[in-house]
């Protein structure tokens, strides 16, 4: 029997001579494993279904809309019916927006505090607050992409379907700030609200159904605030105005639900009437006061999501 031999090797110390780029390098890593994450990048095939589900659910009605207006002509349809702009485009996918938002931004936090990493994170150089604004601009930057992504796609089409697109550009150059400033207000609750609720639990689908509630019941609370009672009383009867349940008061009940809000600004940047029952009453009211009610809704999520990880982290 021959005893095992080892063998040492002196390969020497070397100091590390390489790029120290410190702090920033670790809030733009945060930043680029946020984004990946929300895309699915990274990961196994299931993770990018989603993603991949919704951006094409985004993109659909901007295609069909472009598809439209590059066609109408040549059917000979007279006189041409109006094409929905791209006001009309983000009151026909927020509801998509909201679901993505819900079900994909709180992986991003429950993931981690899950899997016990965010210890890992917040050694230095990194703080809490790099954790949390880190997160927070990654799927801010996603929900741009999704959102000015269909209307890039339904622009282009506008500018090409119109009989002459120069002139038509002329007279509609205003829709594309419009739409830029319209996005970033919807990207902003879309990204905040999704990520101060995960910041409560270690659960990606208790995140998500609480948010996705949210949504649906604050709609159905709205409509029925503003619902008007049944007028009809008997043969002959004349319907009046229709005078809804909470009277004086609908038009501040109209923005109880939480994903109109931003489509109330939205409409206000474009400048235009929105015929949804919700947003009729919204127009009763003074700018400042939806505006003002989004700011809050906005503003106070963020702070929850700030002070929550301020905790954590001590």
């Known amino acids: 029997?021959?005893?095992?031999?080892?063998?040492?090797?002196?390969?020497?110390?070397?100091?590390?001579?390489?790029?120290?780029?410190?702090?920033?390098?670790?809030?733009?890593?945060?930043?680029v494993n946020g984004v990946r994450?929300?895309?699915?990048?990274?990961?196994?095939?299931?993770?990018k279904i989603l993603p991949i589900l919704f951006f094409t659910a985004v993109l659909a009605p901007a295609v069909i809309l472009a598809l439209v207006a590059a066609t109408i002509d040549q059917f000979g349809v007279s006189p041409s019916p109006e094409i929905p702009g791209p006001a009309d485009y983000y009151q026909i996918v927020s509801v998509i927006l909201f679901l993505f938002s819900a079900i994909i931004a709180p992986e991003l936090l429950c993931s981690d505090r899950r899997n016990g990493v965010l210890s890992l994170y917040l050694v230095r150089p990194l703080t809490s607050t790099d954790y949390v604004v880190g997160r927070w601009l990654a799927f801010f930057v996603v929900s741009l992409v999704f959102i000015y992504a269909g209307q890039i796609v339904l622009q282009i089409g506008l500018i090409l379907g119109a009989p002459e697109p120069l002139e038509y550009l002329k007279g509609n150059w205003l829709d594309i700030p419009r739409f830029l400033a319209a996005g970033v207000v919807i990207a902003l609750i879309t990204t905040t609200i999704p990520l101060a609720v995960a910041s409560f639990t270690n659960r990606r689908a208790y995140a998500s159904a609480f948010v996705i509630g949210l949504f649906i019941l604050s709609s159905a609370v709205g409509e029925i605030l503003i619902e008007c009672p049944d007028q009809h009383e008997g043969p002959g009867f004349q319907q009046?105005?229709?005078?809804?349940?909470?009277r004086d008061f609908a038009k501040y009940a109209g923005l109880s639900a939480v994903g109109r809000v931003p489509i109330h600004v939205s409409d206000m940047i474009f400048d235009?009437?929105?015929?949804?029952?919700?947003?009729?009453?919204?127009?009763?009211?003074?700018?400042?006061?939806?505006?003002?009610?989004y700011v809050l809704l906005t503003a106070v999520p963020g702070v929850i999501l700030w002070q929550r990880y301020r905790r954590i982290a001590s």
């Open 1 to 31: 029997m021959t005893a095992p031999e080892g063998q040492i090797f002196d390969l020497g110390y070397q100091n590390y001579d390489g790029p120290r780029e410190g702090r920033m390098r670790a809030r733009k890593a945060l930043f």
């Open 240 to 246: 009046g105005p229709c005078e809804p349940l909470t």
């Open 272 to 293: 235009k009437d929105n015929e949804s029952k919700l947003s009729v009453e919204v127009a009763k009211l003074n700018d400042s006061i939806p505006i003002l009610w």
């Open 37 to 47: 994450t929300s895309f699915g990048i990274g990961r196994g095939a299931l993770s």
